[in-house]
């Protein structure tokens, strides 16, 4: 979803269609407190990915709990009856019930929290047992306070800061072109309806990785700024570890691709992956193939999940960064 302001108050009024936003917050209707909240994703979602990998790296998969739809079916054109839950946790693996309420599919939880609910029923979902409602179901949001959400009731984690004061002004300027041409691009690319549009989206996702690429080997990794870890290399890994998977086929981002055009791209990649505890725990490559593969049959109408590239992630990271070819594709 498109990320828009909130407050530490925010209630959402019913029948409208904008979505949740508010804010776990000691100043706000939503306190912070272990087990008071729970999270609904799909691990094949590189928005709910966000929310997951926050989850992983501040430590708070035992302070909040998770379900995790299918993959697939996705529902019809209108997103209707959207994603469902398994029967049992052993249906689909990795995919669990709705440990809450055993919803059948997502969207009885958003008409939980708004009977006139008219919006999308999207992923990921952050939903307060307390009042039975939803707190957030935007990612970019979630991704912002979510890191610090808990800082009152966790042990202090000094070298844990997704937002630091020095690089804020940075990580302000760069989101919005990561989100709109990489993010959001490659979608762009793969659900556009005619060869104009195709022709002219691809291009820019390339672009970016092309200013991603330069970025990283400028500020000489192993994180996109440098040596801090940021909400940037949590936006960019949730496209990038896709992109080899499924973008270059299933959306025709074909133009180049990760591990083979840009070297500094694939080793910031296989380090998060192989090195950043998290990445790899949140990352189920079963689950992001056949969710697209088996939910676009507009697509690829036979519903066939290609079985590479094989490894998913190659191993073997490059310490010394300045060895690393700076790629670059010409368009």
């Not at 002004?169 to 989101?175: A, G, H, R, V, Y």
Request: glycine share 6%; with cysteine.
């Amino acid at each position: 979803m498109t990320a828009t302001t909130h407050s530490d108050s925010a209630i959402h009024q019913p029948g409208t269609s904008d979505g949740w936003h508010g804010v776990i917050s000691e100043h706000g209707p939503f306190k912070p407190a272990a087990g008071r909240y729970h999270l609904y994703i799909g691990l094949f979602c590189p928005f709910a990915h966000r929310a997951n990998l926050v989850r992983h790296l501040r430590g708070l998969t035992g302070v909040i709990s998770i379900s995790i739809v299918r993959p697939y079916p996705k529902g019809d054109a209108n997103g209707w009856p959207g994603w469902r839950f398994p029967e049992s946790d052993d249906e689909y693996e990795g995919a669990t019930i709705d440990h809450l309420y055993r919803s059948t599919f997502l969207h009885e939880i958003y008409f939980k929290a708004d009977a006139n609910y008219k919006g999308r029923y999207s992923v990921p979902v952050l939903w307060d047992k307390a009042t039975e409602t939803i707190v957030n179901n935007e990612s970019a949001e979630l991704l912002r306070w979510l890191p610090t959400a808990f800082d009152s009731i966790l042990p202090p984690d000094p070298a844990f800061n997704l937002y630091p004061k020095e690089l804020a002004p940075q990580i302000d300027e760069l989101s919005p072109w990561v989100q709109s041409d990489l993010n959001a691009g490659v979608y762009k690319a793969g659900f556009a309806d005619s060869q104009d549009s195709y022709d002219r989206a691809v291009p820019v996702v390339f672009r970016a990785l092309n200013k991603l690429e330069a970025l990283i080997s400028q500020n000489e990794g192993p994180y996109i700024l440098g040596k801090q870890l940021t909400e940037l290399d949590l936006r960019v890994y949730a496209t990038i570890v896709r992109f080899d998977a499924i973008y270059v086929q299933h959306f025709k981002c074909n133009l180049g691709i990760i591990r083979h055009d840009y070297p500094v791209i694939h080793n910031w990649l296989k380090n998060l992956y192989w090195n950043i505890r998290g990445f790899r725990e949140s990352t189920d490559f079963r689950h992001i193939k056949e969710n697209y593969t088996k939910s676009h049959g507009d697509i690829n109408p036979k519903a066939i999940t290609p079985m590479g590239p094989i490894p998913n992630v190659e191993l073997g990271v490059e310490e010394n960064w300045s060895k690393l070819r700076v790629g670059h594709i010409d368009i």
